[in-house]
């Protein structure tokens, strides 16, 4: 038996059970060892089903039979019946519109039920008893009815199932594995050492440990040791890309400090401090010969596009090695065609006095700053003449979409690149970007998503960080209320008085098209289609409503966009996909939909829509949950000064499985779960360092170079 033998050869499969595991996605032996359990139950708050009394609520394990569906009881509603049966004696299961529960268990299964006990014709039975296949049936040591050995171990695994194979069927599955001594022959990819440090189980142990512990702190330890596992090798090759990297020549930028500092004194505003130390660290970055990456993170509107320009004007007068005319070159690149025309605008006004021309290239045009005719305004201008003059060092900056990194585009010096958002773009591409150019050019990624810290040490463990945590003085904060339904009306009121002064209102919606009622859990979240019908026909009848969803196209998006940057609408209902950083300096409102079903970092991203304009500017969050715990950590927004630490905040009040899903990011949910320690993501990133400073090529640890060629096989991100 080996690894990639096929589950098939291990154990004969009914075809039922073939789709199931192909489902789940689940082929060989080594795809189900590291299918691991979601969570363990435990039997030790079970109670005897002989002892029930009528009333309680209780929870028992026994093994099921008699099922039965039928749908001839009382109005036609779909039911099914079992009875549950241990040791002690035996209790009617019944299920209405959950009939297909009973097929999905199967006549004889183990089961863990937990419910309230009802009494009928003086009969007890469970109604809709929350039910679940187990791996075992804890006994009475002596007492068995069903010939299993008794044992005083009350955790048990629950996997994840389908229909076709259960909890259970994978967890005597595994057993069997085990016992065919595969675990013997499994080389543990972590070298020891690293092991001893932190004390974590060995591979084998831990395989064990996570399938079938003994104790509740075996499965935890196992869980960390899967969990470091993962983290530990996306940082070695985040820290092994790095290295390679850093090894590259770039070009030395080496501004004169005065003509810099006169450039940003220039700048209609004083920088923060934030900003000034952002640049006085990429200025390092930009001496020292080999290519800059770098990370700046900051809320929307923290200034980023400051910081920008003055490294841009950094690369853009300095010299190419070894001549005394010309300029390096910097691109400028935004995920959508409305941030790349923003970003060309603040560029013009940033370096209008220095007689240097600024190109926009986007797949619906191409401009260039200065116009031959008017000195302070662009021009449109064909793809060809623009990308004759990239080409020819005329013009130094040029800002665009993905459009900026086709093939046709080609620069005489390109020696620094800007990527706004850049979790919009894949490393392939930042990496394309790189590879063609006579030298590395540095790379300054911006990005507003507020991330925790542990979660952007892991993804982006290539780059170095810089944050600007300072917001501009002078900004009015945003008042946010979080209303709850009673206080709409109320609130609906205060939106009015803003619209009757002029003002425009974003309303962000959880979903785009009305719910589907058979769904469980969407039934209270608005949607934008209904709710701009709905605001239009009650609320605000004599204003004009738009709506804006990630189901439109761009060309569409666009258009709703412009009308409402251009005051032709006055209510924006949208769902959260509002462009990020996208400004309308009229919108001062922004009402929030089911705020509850929101992370604190994303509200705080979608407020941070109305941060920009000289007005006072409002948040309204609506919760439609009655928690107070729910309502206590929306709070938060009120108190919080940047959604960096709302992130952080969030992580540890909510846990990262409800915040982020590990696929988003090409991780695992396992990984996502060490997210929420600090000091274990420290550890995977500190060992990975000193392994790649130690030895790059990681000749003397063959073991994690073969682990690492699988890795990158499997993970993908962004
Ligand atoms: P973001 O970080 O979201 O990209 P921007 O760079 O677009 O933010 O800046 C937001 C607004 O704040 C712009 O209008 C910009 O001119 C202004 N701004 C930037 N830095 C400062 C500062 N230090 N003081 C005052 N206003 C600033
Ligand atoms: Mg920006």
Redesign the pocket.
């Known amino acids: 038996m080996k690894l990639t033998t096929p589950i098939s050869e291990v154990t004969r499969l009914a075809p039922e059970q073939v789709k199931a595991l192909k489902k789940l996605g689940l082929s060989t032996i080594e795809d189900l060892l590291y299918h691991f359990p979601t969570r363990y139950g435990d039997t030790a708050a079970k109670r005897s089903i002989g002892s029930l009394l009528k009333g309680e609520a209780v929870v028992i394990f026994g093994k099921i039979s008699n099922l039965k569906t039928s749908k001839a009881f009382y109005k036609k509603i779909p039911m099914a019946e079992g009875t549950l049966e241990d040791e002690t004696g035996k209790i009617k299961i019944i299920w209405f519109h959950q009939a297909y529960l009973a097929k999905m268990i199967g006549e004889g299964a183990f089961v863990r039920a937990e419910g309230k006990v009802t009494e009928r014709k003086s009969e007890l039975y469970m109604s809709n008893p929350k039910i679940e296949t187990v791996t075992k049936i804890p006994f009475a040591v002596g007492e068995s009815l069903f010939g299993e050995e008794a044992e005083d171990n009350t955790i048990y695994p629950v996997y994840s199932e389908t229909k076709g194979v259960t909890s259970n069927w994978m967890f005597h599955t595994i057993q069997k594995i085990f016992k065919s001594g595969i675990l013997e022959t499994l080389i543990d990819p972590i070298p020891e050492s690293i092991l001893d440090i932190y004390n974590l189980p060995n591979l084998r142990t831990a395989m064990i440990w996570i399938h079938a512990p003994r104790r509740k702190d075996n499965a935890v330890s196992a869980r960390k040791r899967f969990s470091f596992e993962e983290i530990f090798f996306i940082q070695l090759q985040k820290q092994q890309n790095r290295a390679l990297w850093h090894k590259e020549n770039a070009f030395v930028i080496d501004p004169r400090k005065d003509q810099l500092e006169d450039f940003m004194a220039r ?6 401090g934030a ?1 000034k130390k952002s640049i006085d660290t990429i200025l390092n970055d930009f001496k020292s010969g080999h290519p800059m990456s770098r990370l700046l993170e ?11 320009a003055a490294a841009t004007y950094a690369a853009i007068t300095t010299r190419p090695k070894g001549q005394t005319f010309g300029n390096l070159e910097v691109a400028y690149m935004a995920p959508t065609e409305i941030l790349a025309q ?1 970003h060309f605008e ?1 560029f013009i006004q940033y370096f209008t006095h220095t007689g240097i021309s600024v190109g926009l290239i986007t797949g619906s045009g191409c401009r260039k700053f200065p116009s031959k005719v008017d000195p302070r305004g662009w021009t449109n201008i064909s793809r060809s003449q623009l990308l004759k003059w990239v080409a020819n060092g005329e013009i130094p900056i040029l800002i665009g979409t993905h459009a900026l990194i086709t093939k046709s585009v080609k620069f005489k010096h390109l020696a620094f690149v800007i990527i ?1 958002e850049q979790h919009r773009f894949g490393t392939a591409q930042r990496q394309k970007l790189a590879e063609k150019h006579e030298a590395a050019p540095h790379l300054l990624s ?1 990005t ?1 998503t507020p991330i925790p810290r542990t979660l952007t040490l892991t993804l982006y463990g290539d780059l170095d960080l810089s944050l ?1 945590d300072e917001m ?4 009015k904060p945003i008042i946010t209320e979080i209303v709850l339904p009673t206080k709409r009306d109320e609130t609906y009121e205060k939106v009015r008085k803003e619209l009757v002064a002029g003002r425009q209102t974003y309303v962000i919606c959880p979903r785009i098209d009305e719910p589907d009622p058979n769904k469980e859990g969407t039934l209270n979240a608005r949607s934008v289609t209904e709710e701009a019908k709905r605001l239009k026909c009650d609320v605000f009848q004599d204003y004009s409503i738009d709506i804006l969803h990630s189901k439109m196209t761009p060309i569409e998006k666009e258009k709703v966009m412009n009308k409402f940057k251009e005051g032709v609408t006055d209510i924006l209902v949208a769902t959260s996909v509002v462009e990020v ?1 996208v ?1 309308v300096a009229n919108a001062t409102v922004i009402i929030i939909e089911g705020g509850e079903r929101f992370g604190l970092a994303q509200l705080h991203q979608l407020r ?1 829509r109305v ?2 304009g000289n007005h006072q500017a409002y948040c309204f969050v609506f919760s439609e949950s009655n928690s107070t715990k729910s309502n206590e950590r929306l709070g938060a927004l009120k108190k919080a000064s940047n959604g960096f630490e709302l992130a952080e905040y969030d992580l540890q009040q909510r846990g990262s499985g409800v915040l982020y899903s590990g696929k988003q990011w090409g991780v695992s949910d396992l990984a996502m779960e060490a997210i929420q320690n600090m000091k274990m993501v420290e550890a995977a990133r500190n060992e990975a360092k000193r392994i790649i400073a130690e030895d790059f090529t990681l000749a003397s640890y063959p073991t994690l170079i073969e682990r690492m060629e699988t890795q990158t096989e499997n993970i993908h991100f962004e």
Do not use: E, N
Not at 267 to 272: C, G, I, V
Not at 298 to 308: C, I, M, P, Q, R
């Open positions: 700048f209609p505003f004083p920088l923060t900003q900051g809320d929307v509107g923290s200034g980023k596009t400051a910081v920008a923003q603040s706004d911006m507003a600007l501009p003085a002078g900004r950083g400004s941070g941060l920009r």
